[in-house]
Antibody, heavy 123, light 106 residues
Framework: QVLLEASGPRLVKPSETLSLSCTVSGDSVSSSSFYWTWLRQAPGKGLEWIGFVFHTGTTNLNPSLEGRVTISIDRSNNQFSLKLNSVTAADTATYYC???????????????WGQGSQVIVSS | DIQLTQSPSSLSASVGDRVTITCRASQTVSDYLNWYQHTPGQAPKLLIYTASTVKLGVPSRFSGTGSGTRFTLTISSLQPEDVGTYFCHQSYSVPRTFGQGTRVEI
């Protein structure tokens, strides 16, 4: 069974950096079959794709986040991480890590999700 | 960015009713369209991928059709445990995008 577990501070001050890590068990972030993904859902809003990292370390990020976001992979700890700089109240959301299958390699779509981490941006 | 528009935004139906939710894309996504169920306090669950493939373990009352820009999710006989928000998601291009969701109530 594949499990994703997100961890990191749940309260971040405005202008600071939001940092979350997602630990993968039952699978390897070195697998070429998946895109390791971060998403978020602000209160009362729909889901927003933040971006993903491939096993090579290559990333694809949402331009709407204006260069504030970094997603990286840590093969030694079987984790991938999210950093979001210069946060404001608008970044308050539930953050999810998820595994997206590459078409032709595995089930496409987000077949495995972390439990969701509610992060509040407030002084 | 590809916009996904769902309709209706909410619906109320009786147990046993047939329920249909539509997702329209602003440009073609081929069959790279997935459906999820989201209930409060839980992570979303994948129901259908590549427009019409029902994920293993998902009840057979769920089905999906469509290609290009118009897709539907159907629940053939609504059950109490089907309450929640359903949303579509395109994995055709980046940035990945989602429908705004359809809230289903009994």
């Amino acid at each position: 069974q594949v499990l994703l577990e997100a961890s990191g501070p749940r309260l971040v001050k405005p202008s600071e950096t939001l940092s979350l890590s997602c630990t993968v068990s039952g699978d390897s972030v070195s697998s070429s079959s998946f895109y390791w993904t971060w998403l978020r859902q602000a209160p009362g809003k729909g889901l927003e794709w933040i971006g993903f990292v491939f096993h090579t370390g290559t990333t694809n990020l949402n331009p709407s986040l204006e260069g504030r976001v970094t997603i990286s992979i840590d093969r030694s700890n079987n984790q991938f991480s999210l950093k979001l700089n210069s946060v404001t109240a608008a970044d308050t959301a539930t953050y999810y890590c998820a595994r997206e299958g590459r078409r032709g390699y595995d089930i496409s779509g987000y077949n495995v999700w972390g439990q969701g981490s509610q992060v509040i941006v407030s002084s | 960015d590809i916009q996904l528009t769902q309709s209706p935004s909410s619906l109320s139906a009786s147990v046993g009713d047939r329920v249909t939710i539509t997702c329209r894309a602003s440009q073609t996504v081929s069959d790279y369209l997935n459906w999820y169920q989201h209930t409060p306090g839980q992570a979303p669950k994948l129901l259908i991928y590549t427009a019409s493939t029902v994920k293993l373990g998902v009840p057979s009352r769920f089905s999906g059709t469509g290609s290009g820009t118009r897709f539907t999710l159907t629940i053939s006989s609504l059950q109490p445990e089907d309450v929640g928000t359903y949303f579509c998601h395109q994995s055709y291009s980046v940035p990945r995008t989602f429908g705004q969701g359809t809230r289903v109530e009994i």
